[in-house]
Nanobody, 123 residues
Framework: QVQLVESGGGLVQAGGSLRLSCAAS???????MGWFRQAPGKEREFVAA????????YYADSVKGRFTISKDNAKNTVFLQMNSLKPEDTAAYYC?????????????????WGQGTQVTVSS
């Protein structure tokens, strides 16, 4: 059972950037990975997904053009580069994984989850 640990969250001003990391306890080469976020009082929502090889990615419309998901299979790590951050991006961000060659945008499709890292964007 793969374990996921997120890091890189913090407090940033609007327009700033953060880079989240998700370290996996085993090789990510066989896993589809995703990032989700959840703000207080709201449901968990999809942010970005990447397939097993890193060759295919998918983004929520709200982050397209600002966020980039990438994967370093040699380091068993997935990244989420977040630029031009907005106050509405404030949330706890979660990394998710599923053993598959595809990618997924629904939280229910993922089997493994990290504990989350908080991102707060001030206006």
């Amino acid at each position: 059972q793969v374990q996921l640990v997120e890091s890189g969250g913090g407090l940033v001003q609007a327009g700033g950037s953060l880079r989240l990391s998700c370290a996996a306890s085993e090789r990510t080469f066989t896993y589809a990975m995703g990032w989700f976020r959840q703000a207080p009082g709201k449901e968990r929502e999809f942010v970005a997904a990447i397939n097993w090889s890193g060759g295919a990615t998918y983004y929520a419309d709200s982050v397209k053009g600002r966020f980039t998901i990438s994967k370093d299979n040699a380091k068993n790590t997935v990244f989420l580069q977040m630029n031009s951050l907005k106050p509405e991006d404030t949330a706890a961000y979660y990394c998710a994984a599923r053993r598959s060659t595809s990618y997924y945008i629904s939280a229910s499709d993922y089997n493994y989850w990290g504990q989350g890292t908080q991102v707060t964007v001030s206006s």
